[in-house]
């Protein structure tokens, strides 16, 4: 989830890749941790700083306000 919200961002921004920006976005909001938090690699079971930040920044600017 940490390079994936990072990347998500980006090609957010760039536009024109929208099928790649809903599977990130679809891909983060199934690694949320019931706390709000997202691990920093598949299989984690503890919150990443920096994962988390990454994937709120990514789902805020895609409209997911809720999750972010």
Do not use: I, K, N, W
Request: charge should be neutral.
């Amino acid at each position: 989830p940490a390079t994936t919200g990072l990347v998500a961002l980006v090609l957010h921004r760039a536009g024109g890749h929208d099928t790649a920006v809903d599977a990130a976005r679809t891909y983060l909001t199934e690694s949320q941790s019931a706390d709000g938090a997202f691990p920093g690699y598949t299989g984690s079971t503890t919150g990443s700083v920096t994962a988390t930040a990454y994937a709120a920044q990514a789902l805020r600017a895609l409209g997911d306000t809720r999750r972010a």
